[in-house]
């Protein structure tokens, strides 16, 4: 079956630009992460929802970060007016609460300039 | 101190040595243990799931969680140059909150 996509792969842009990163979780799976990782780095969580319930928002780094996630299924990282230091790969994961198990995407190879 | 420490390495051994691979961590709180495996610009796959103390094996593949002396470990038998990645250590108590190793970089050379 079809696992964890997210979009762009790469994403190049100028220092005080916005982007906006996609994931799209595995079916079914109602909960969703986003981490960080930067290079040599271990995973920096960043957000977390479980179905409907308020997200888990404590590991934004600042408030130049948001996410959303639409109808329990596709979430979407923004970041606003980049910064350099926002450099580095986001991975998003999904996983069934219970379970306590994520299964992660690809990752966005984020470059800002 | 961080919550879960993981040796960086990196490490490197010749094919066919037993590798082991450790993380220490703090919080008892922790009940599932998991290890990932990252292959270079790809995302962490879920290698191994244990719950609680105890041996899981799965093909040259075995954890084990040792929760008195909160360490768990991961052991690859007759380790090939296609298990050369970075395995990251995780773990997470009853209410899904994950913490993650700052991954070991292994290489296994042929």
């Known amino acids: 079956g079809a696992g964890v996509s997210q979009s762009p792969s790469n994403k190049v842009t100028e220092k005080g630009k916005d982007v906006e990163l996609r994931c799209d979780p595995i079916s079914g799976h109602t909960a969703l992460y986003w981490y960080r990782q930067s290079l040599g780095q271990g995973l920096e969580f960043l957000i977390y929802?479980?179905?409907?319930?308020?997200?888990?928002k404590s590991g934004l780094p600042s408030d130049r970060f948001s996410a959303e996630r639409t109808g329990g299924s596709v979430s979407t990282l923004t970041i606003q007016r980049t910064q350099q230091e926002d450099s580095a790969v986001y991975l998003c994961?999904?996983?069934?609460?219970?379970?306590?198990?994520?299964?992660f995407g690809p990752g966005t190879r984020l470059t800002v300039l | 101190q961080k919550e879960v420490e993981q040796d960086p390495g990196p490490l490197s051994v010749p094919e066919g040595a037993i590798v082991s691979l450790n993380c220490t961590y703090s919080?008892?709180?922790?009940?599932?243990f998991m290890w990932y495996r990252q292959y270079s610009r790809k995302g962490p796959e879920l290698l191994m799931y244990?719950?609680?103390?105890g041996n899981k094996e799965d093909g040259r593949f075995t954890a084990q969680v040792d929760k008195s002396s909160k360490y768990i470990s991961l052991f690859i038998r007759d380790s090939q140059p296609s298990d050369s990645a970075t395995y990251l250590c995780?773990?997470?108590?009853?209410?899904?909150?994950?913490?993650f190793g700052a991954g070991t970089r292994l290489t296994v050379k042929p």
């Open positions: 919080n008892s709180a922790f009940q599932y």
């Open positions: 995780a773990m997470s108590d009853n209410n899904n909150d994950m913490r």
């Open positions: 244990t719950y609680s103390s």
């Open positions: 929802f479980q179905g409907n319930s308020a997200p888990d």
């Open positions: 994961a999904s996983g069934v609460v219970f379970l306590n198990t994520q299964y």
